[in-house]
């Protein structure tokens, strides 16, 4: 390990670390425009000079390999009058637009300018102006602004594998831009604007909206997956403007999906804000009260096994907590968080992604069975290609289910289950590169799952894991990719049939025949509504989507940035959101909903605030006593070996911009469909 000194100061730094890492540990600010620590070396801004002992001129500490014995100085005189030299030039062609820029108050190019540029400029030539590019309808720009950082060429080339921009021209008549004039198709495209250190590339939707310093500011996660990113909301008086990242290294590190970012202006349309009461046919405004009472009207005296309950995708665990609760009161034992009826539940380790979303770092081979992880999970795409650029290509993929691009080289071996029953036979080559691999892993899709056999494709796949050594000391490559926010939370709550209890399937068969008389729709808005004419629906969600448009009582609740809640992601990591303004009209949070509820039918729930209902949660299920830490499964049988249909796997995501009843309802969403989903009229919106 390199030994160096930073302005008189002594620092180790590890092999290949570059001067600026050493300087920054060093606790030195170094400016850069072009460096980015999860993107290539560029060196071409040349802002993070400084002055090595015996170098002829200041060096890129961004490009200089740290080496021991460097003597580096980082404030001397001749490295203020080379910076003070390179933001000159940099602001050459600059316009002087801030007043109008979308980018003014965080903009790096505006604070480096304060910090290390001159008051006046020597240049009195007229500025260039470059022609804006159509990017699409996420991202907004304004060429004459760019700076030539190109770090939207290396993250569109690196991160989301798309190779859309790119530097065309030589010297002053440099453009950035698509090579040929088209949107950039990435579900990962809006991290461009947290990248662009200047206003060339903002937010289309968010252009002109607000200044940051008017944001209110609130940690949450997101729920447009199950990935559970990281994130942060940004609120004016009781609107939400904007999502954008939170760094978490275990997870989402600094990106998010397109949709996570941008799906927000969802929440302003079709909004549930009060009460209804089906009357006539025809649903009409009520109080609180009236509602309970037409609900207690419908159940008292009713036999548990008549009533049924269904969770939604992006239902927090406190709101299933309290359902799941009010349901055992009520004697029901039909109740079910999996909307898709995939066969999934049992050991923790047969439903969660054991190995983390981190530990792809570390394997070494992946078999990906009955999931488009492109459309499913974007954020856990981009690691998998992380990691085979990691290992210049020896990380080998395989598919098996539908073609799709998942944006590094694969192997694409079948369409369904005869390709699982051959690689477990070792009659598929890829067999082999599982065999030879220290490390592989198999991420195991819904849509291999919420199938008639699920139950034997989810032993099939238990069963390569064993054979193939997925199972070796500490590491567990078995993976399941959910595609909704609550599913593990629910699962880890036991919101599962109960004893002699009906699944989601077999509610709403029971519900077409009559012998399901009361569902409850906790947000639930996938599931085929046209058994439910029969009964008496009672829905409780934001939305004012498909459960809406079925239900004879209408229950307003919070939406994910409206409350404070629970939820575990794909991986069993437990994490909590924080509310960033408050729910619309008479809308509540979802868990005060239910035990308001029980009250009125006289089966009052035992607690009275949120903590009491976590308390609960941590009776349920030890997952939810220790928060952001994905608590290791234990390995036991599960599955039940039997035979599999021929049938092709099909990914439960048909279009990535319009998944859950919040993206349905926004307008940027509707746009990128269009633009990016073929076919978008014909396709199936799941």
Not at 159 to 188: F, H, K, Q
Not at 389 to 396: I, L, N, P, Q, V
Request: proline share 4%; with cysteine.
């Amino acid at each position: 390990m390199p030994k160096l000194t930073v302005d008189g100061i002594e620092v180790e730094v590890e092999a290949g670390a570059t001067v600026l890492q050493a300087c920054e540990e060093a606790g030195k600010e170094i400016p850069r425009f072009c460096y980015h620590e999860r993107l290539s070396i560029a060196g071409n801004c040349r802002m993070c000079l400084v002055e090595m002992e015996r170098a002829p001129k200041p060096v890129a500490s961004c490009a200089m390999p740290a080496a021991d014995g460097m003597v580096i100085k980082t404030d001397s005189d001749l490295v203020k009058k080379a910076r003070n030299g390179v933001m000159e030039f940099l602001l050459i062609n600059h316009p002087l637009d801030c007043p109008i820029c979308d980018q003014g108050g965080e903009c790096d190019l505006q604070d480096q300018a304060m910090a290390y540029g001159f008051d006046s400029s020597r240049y009195a030539e007229k500025k260039r102006a470059v022609k804006d590019k159509e990017l699409g309808p996420i991202v907004k720009t304004i060429m004459t602004r760019c700076i030539h950082c190109t770090r939207c060429v290396r993250f569109s080339e690196e991160v989301a594998g798309v190779g859309t921009m790119g530097a065309v021209y030589r010297g002053e008549d440099t453009e950035v831009g698509p090579y040929i004039e088209a949107s950039i198709n990435s579900e990962l495209s809006g991290n461009l604007i947290d990248l662009c250190p200047v206003g060339a590339l903002t937010s289309k939707p968010y252009a002109f909206t607000a200044r940051p310093w008017e944001l209110k500011k609130t940690d949450s996660i997101d729920v447009m997956d199950a990935v559970g990113s990281n994130i942060r909301i940004d609120a004016r008086t009781a609107e939400v403007l904007r999502v954008l990242p939170r760094t978490n290294e275990d997870i989402n590190e600094e990106w998010i999906s397109d949709k996570t970012r941008y799906a927000i202006d969802g929440l302003k349309r079709q909004r549930l804000d009060r009460p209804y009461v089906r009357v006539n046919g025809k649903l009409a405004p009520a109080s609180w009260d009236e509602a309970f009472a037409a609900i207690k009207a419908k159940v008292s005296g009713l036999d548990g096994k008549k009533i049924a309950a269904l969770a939604g995708d992006t239902v927090d665990c406190e709101a299933m907590t309290a359902l799941k609760d009010l349901m055992g009161k009520l004697g029901s034992p039909n109740l079910d968080c999996r909307q898709d009826g995939s066969k999934i539940g049992g050991p923790r380790g047969s439903y969660i992604f054991n190995s983390t979303i981190a530990g792809i770092d570390e394997a070494d081979a992946c078999l990906i069975v009955g999931a488009n992880i492109r459309a499913e999970a974007p954020i856990i795409n981009s690691r998998l290609r992380k990691r085979w650029r990691s290992t210049a290509g020896d990380f080998k993929v395989g598919i098996i289910g539908e073609k799709w691009d998942p944006t590094y080289k694969n192997d694409y071996l079948g369409a369904g289950p005869d390709t699982l029953s051959e690689i477990l036979e070792g009659k598929n080559d890829f067999a082999k590169v599982l065999e030879a691999a220290e490390k592989p892993m198999i991420i195991v899709g819904m849509g291999a799952l919420n199938r008639e056999d699920g139950d034997a494709v989810l032993a099939a796949t238990r069963a390569i894991a064993e054979k193939f050594g997925m199972l070796s000391g500490e590491w567990n490559g078995f993976n399941v990719l959910h595609t909704a926010a609550s599913r593990v939370g629910g699962l880890d709550l036991g919101f599962v049939p109960g004893e002699g209890g009906l699944a989601t399937n077999d509610i709403l068969d029971a519900a077409a025949k009559g012998d399901v008389e009361v569902v409850y729709l906790l947000g639930a808005d996938e599931v085929d509504m046209s058994k439910l004419e029969k009964a008496f629906v009672i829905y409780q969600g934001a939305m004012g989507d498909a459960g809406a448009q079925a239900a004879d009582i209408i229950l307003p609740g919070a939406a994910y940035t409206e409350k404070n809640g629970t939820y575990v992601n794909t991986e069993g990591r437990a994490q909590q959101g924080w509310r960033a303004i408050f729910p619309v009209g008479d809308a509540r949070e979802d868990w005060a909903i239910v035990r308001a509820l029980s009250g009125a039918l006289d089966q009052t729930l035992p607690y009275n605030n949120i903590d009491a209902v976590r308390a609960r949660m941590v009776e349920i299920s030890p997952t939810f006593a220790s928060l952001n830490v994905p608590s290791k499964a234990e390995w036991t049988d599960f599955g039940k070996a039997g035979e599999m249909k021929s049938e092709g796997f099909v990914s439960p995501v048909r279009n990535f911009y319009m998944t859950d009843p919040i993206s349905r309802a926004s307008v940027t969403m509707a746009k990128c469909t269009e633009a990016f989903v073929k076919d978008a009229a014909a396709e199936k919106v799941a």
